[in-house]
């Protein structure tokens, strides 16, 4: 996600364009860029890096002008650099744009406009609005807000866009679709950002815009606003309740709360434009042309650290389930010291949210230089990973401040299971019917996600029966024990209690001495394959006096009767178990940490990238 700012009215506009950025940083930090428009020209300043990198890039320029628009980016469709930041300019440099958000249809809009004779001059998505507006701004020959309409009318993904032009030099062109839009109103001014973290300061008067609305706003003008299919709507000014604190949060009390309840929205945007439920189509750009080296391949070798390790784990289980190749999972750290044997048709996967981490990086040189192909599954656009691999796939999460990783596991499991499901329909592995299930089922991972979101206020509660043990247990089976492991890393990271995951049946091989009413087991419940086994882990638990706290598919009846406390997660295929479950283990170790009073975003000794060894 990236933040957008716009500002049009009888102040200087450069100013409150670079504070607002400064304020919504943490959407987006790999590059910035602003533009400032006058009758005769619109000055672009746009460079890779962050905020105050931009400030430095326009000291001594001219930074004059009540009207401008600013963004601060997270790359989705081309590296950080300085022609991929934001604004784009028209082709005659009249009009400007900005955009947060994924435009699905980018290429196909691309080639159209490149057929008639557009130049673009970067890799981007966004940049193909620019052109498709300029483009019926002249040749439909209608005024700009109109070719913004009638563009927008032609766009699938998402947008928040704010669109200036020296035709106008005091309007702010703003719409959205699945990006936030916010306007403020101020005295013969008008404001426009992501979130009001950038205007909270000016006005607390704003307008939401909702999904598929343009507005034009001029000073002095009241506020007009269409949707795109033509029709005039209304709105009712509103008050800003929250706090600057909190609007950076989003409203929630920490980064992490927020990107846990970001998980719906990024799972789906880690499938967007992969998934085509109605063609039964899976696909994945970044590593089309690698389909056939991975289905050929002697092994897949995952290596990772963490979190993203643990979503190896699960990645492990989807490739031998549906394509039947072996796999192993190393810690990267481990792999890059042990000299292991690396054959010239294994493919080795590296994961990685940062795509910063060394050893995992250290790992892929290894790889390289043993002649393996090396894919990369990364959460930030053109960092080292994502540079070092030969090719592989965003997972389109959005920025993940907390240190605590959540919403980059959920989306790192989702493109697992992405590329087991396609590498699967092109090995003819599975049965049509199976495969065409499989689809539907990861499609409604986000709503089920939501739902169990709901459950916030009860996991709280068995939080607070955590929060004053010393030690917990964490049992899975199959696919859930990666989910057991990362629930254990979870609690154990920000509340500083000792957490294990272990392997249910290997209870029985010596943790089970651990046993004791000190000891809270917490069991992911959920397998159907090995149900009876994992309730008899349990009753060897309850044996021992430990308390249960079960994660279950809803309707369980076994498990429950055993349970001193129950989350109930929705049914779904044992193989999207991990992508359910993980989310109430993560709002559990939230709770707990928040309640130790320990510094949830930013634990003790940890980093958010280690980029050391
Ligand atoms: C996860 O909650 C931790 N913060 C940590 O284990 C993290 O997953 C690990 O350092 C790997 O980071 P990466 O995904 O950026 O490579």
Redesign the pocket.
């Known amino acids: 996600m990236c933040g957008i700012v716009g500002y049009v009215g009888n102040k200087d506009a450069y100013p409150i364009l670079v504070k607002g950025l400064y304020r919504m940083e943490y959407r987006g930090y790999d590059s910035a860029g602003v533009a400032l428009v006058h009758s005769d020209k619109v000055e672009v300043y746009k460079c890779q890096g962050r905020v105050k990198d931009l400030e430095t890039f326009c000291e001594g320029k001219d930074i004059s002008g009540n009207c401008g628009i600013a963004h601060t980016r997270w790359a989705t469709h081309g590296e950080p650099s300085n022609q991929n930041a934001h604004p784009h300019f028209s082709s005659d440099r009249k009009i400007a744009l900005i955009h947060n958000g994924i435009i699905e249809n980018h290429l196909v809009l691309r080639d159209a406009l490149i057929k008639q004779g557009y130049e673009f001059t970067s890799d981007t998505d966004s940049e193909v609005l620019i052109h498709l507006i300029e483009d019926i701004n002249k040749n439909e020959n209608v005024d700009l807000p109109e070719a913004v309409r009638l563009a927008l009318s032609q766009v699938q993904g998402t947008y928040a866009i704010i669109v200036v032009s020296i035709d106008d030099p005091h309007t702010l062109i703003t719409a959205r679709k699945g990006s936030p839009v916010i306007i403020g109103f101020g005295k013969d001014e008008y404001y426009v950002a992501s979130d009001g973290s950038a205007l909270v300061e000016y006005t607390k008067k704003v307008v939401y815009l909702n999904d598929e609305e343009i507005a034009v706003l001029t000073p002095g003008n009241d506020l007009t606003v269409k949707t795109v299919k033509n029709k005039r709507v209304s709105h009712y000014i509103q008050q800003i309740q929250i706090s600057l604190d909190q609007l950076e949060k989003g409203g929630y009390e920490h980064f992490m709360l927020k990107e846990i309840y970001e998980q719906p929205r990024s799972i789906a945007d880690s499938m967007r434009g992969r998934l085509n439920v109605k063609k039964d189509v899976v696909s994945l750009g970044g590593i089309v042309e690698y389909e056939d080296r991975l289905l050929s391949a002697r092994r897949i070798i995952i290596v990772?650290?963490?979190?993203?390790y643990h979503a190896g784990l699960v990645g492990e289980h989807l490739f031998e389930d549906l394509i039947r190749i072996p796999v192993e999972v190393e810690y990267a750290s481990e792999f890059r010291y042990r000299n292991p044997i690396i054959y010239e048709d294994d493919v080795v996967i590296a994961?990685?949210?940062?795509?910063?981490?060394a050893d995992?990086l250290a790992a892929i040189e290894l790889a390289k230089k043993k002649g393996a192909t090396v894919l990369g599954i990364c959460n930030v656009v053109g960092s080292s990973i994502a540079r070092a691999t030969d090719a592989g796939s965003y997972t389109h999460a959005g920025p993940e401040i907390g240190?605590?990783?959540t919403k980059?596991f959920t989306a790192q499991v989702t493109v697992l299971a992405l590329m087991a499901l396609c590498l699967a329909n092109r090995k003819g592995k599975i049965p049509q019917k199976r495969y065409k299930k499989l689809v539907e089922e990861l499609e409604s991972i986000p709503s089920k996600v939501e739902t169990i979101l709901k459950d916030n206020e009860s996991i709280k509660q068995i939080a607070n029966y955590m929060k004053d043990f010393s030690n917990a247990l964490y049992l899975g089976r199959n696919y859930n024990y990666p989910v057991a492991l990362e629930g254990a890393?979870?609690l154990k990271?920000i509340s500083y209690i000792h957490a294990e995951g272990y392997p249910a049946a290997e209870m029985k091989h010596g943790p089970i001495a651990l046993i004791d009413e000190d000891m809270p087991v917490v069991v992911i419940a959920t397998n159907k394959g090995s149900y009876e086994k994992v309730v008899s882990n349990i009753q060897e638990v309850k044996a021992r006096k430990g308390k249960i706290i079960s994660i279950v598919s809803e309707g369980d009846v076994d498990v429950k009767k055993l349970s001193d406390y129950v989350i109930e997660i929705p049914e779904t295929e044992e193989m999207y178990v991990p992508i359910l479950a993980s989310v109430p283990l993560q709002l559990l170790a939230y709770h707990v940490a928040v309640m130790c009073g320990r510094d949830v975003d930013r634990p003790r000794n940890?980093a958010?990238?280690?980029t050391v060894e």
């Open positions: 990772a650290c963490g979190t993203s994961i990685s949210q940062s795509g910063e981490t995992t240190v605590a990783s980059a890393l979870k990271e940890l958010k990238s280690v």
